[in-house]
Nanobody
């Protein structure tokens, strides 16, 4: 099992920044991909950004140029730096990790962007 604990969500004005963190623990050996998804009320969960153990990244078009995903393999932690936030970024943000074909999810952290 892999446990994921997110932190760093909150309320911010449009144009502001937030940094999310997600620490992995448990059976973390061979975790390859880690990343972030989000889900707004009434919407499906969608990919925000992912990063492989080697550092390759992939972003949703809606966040390219504003969000940056990074990873500290020594700390088993993945980060999401969110700049130039918009009200449309309001959602619950979930950390995820892929290990051996199984995807693990964190409990989610709320990000609210006011206009």
């Amino acid at each position: 099992q892999v446990q994921l604990v997110e932190s760093g969500g909150g309320l911010v004005q449009a144009g502001g920044s937030l940094r999310l963190s997600c620490a992995a623990s448990g059976n973390i050996f061979s975790i390859n991909v880690m990343g972030w998804h989000r889900q707004a009320p009434g919407n499906q969960r969608e990919l925000v950004a992912v990063i492989t153990k080697g550092g390759s990244t992939n972003y949703a078009d809606s966040v390219k140029g504003r969000f940056t995903v990074s990873r500290d393999n020594a700390k088993n932690t993945v980060y999401l730096q969110m700049n130039s936030l918009k009200p449309d970024d309001t959602a619950v943000y979930y950390c995820n990790a892929l290990r051996g074909g199984t995807t693990y999810w964190g409990q989610g952290t709320q990000v609210t962007v006011s206009s």
